[in-house]
Nanobody, 123 residues
Framework: QVQLVESGGGLVQAGGSLRLSCAAS????????MGWFRQAPGKEREFVTA????????YYADSVKGRFTISRDNAKKMVYLQMNSLKSEDTAVYYC????????????????WGQGTQVTVSS
């Protein structure tokens, strides 16, 4: 099992940057593929980005490509989401998630979730 705790959310102006962190516990963290998802008010939770267990494969939603960067440090059991050029439509609760399967885009494959961290982008 793995437990996940996100941090780093907050209020930022449009065009600004934030870095989210996800701290994991559990001895097998390095085996897990990791993803970031977000959920805006009144909307379904959506895929943002994911990174494979080795870091060798990375995927981004089209809406964040070129602005967001995912990374991981298996030795520290950490996953990061660097968010640049933020837009008001990026406002959402951001969740870190972990899974052992393929299909890194696919939300139902993720069976471990953090509690979420709020990101608010003011225009």
């Amino acid at each position: 099992q793995v437990q996940l705790v996100e941090s780093g959310g907050g209020l930022v102006q449009a065009g600004g940057s934030l870095r989210l962190s996800c701290a994991a516990s559990g001895r097998t963290f390095s085996s897990y593929h990791m993803g970031w998802f977000r959920q805006a008010p009144g909307k379904e939770r959506e895929f943002v980005t994911a990174i494979s267990w080795s870091g060798g494969s990375i995927y981004y939603a089209d809406s964040v490509k070129g602005r967001f960067t995912i990374s991981r440090d298996n030795a520290k059991k950490m996953v990061y989401l660097q968010m640049n050029s933020l837009k008001s439509e990026d406002t959402a609760v951001y969740y870190c998630a972990a899974q052992l399967y393929n299909g890194l885009y696919y939300l139902p494959n993720y069976n471990y979730w953090g509690q979420g961290t709020q990101v608010t982008v003011s225009s």
